[in-house]
């Protein structure tokens, strides 16, 4: 299991220390995407969070920085 974890609207470097804390609460490395902070259309923030999932695994937990944001992929 690994977290993938996806950023608030132009909040990377904010939502980080989050994002290694959870990884190295479970002891697992993270998957953290880069998301656009310029291009706000809804494809451009689809791609990279299709891809993400896309390359989960069944046992992935996915999370973000809104409290009703985390599930298991499988």
Do not use: K, N
Request: glycine content about 12%; overall charge negative.
């Amino acid at each position: 299991m690994a977290p993938l974890f996806f950023h608030g609207a132009g909040g990377y470097d904010d939502d980080l220390p989050l994002a290694t804390g959870i990884a190295r609460a479970l002891g697992m490395p993270l998957e953290y995407p880069r998301l656009p902070t310029e291009d706000w259309g809804l494809e451009d923030w689809a791609r990279p969070v299709r891809e993400g999932l896309d390359a989960a695994s069944a046992d992935d937990l996915v999370a973000g920085p809104q409290r009703s944001y985390c599930w298991r992929v499988g």
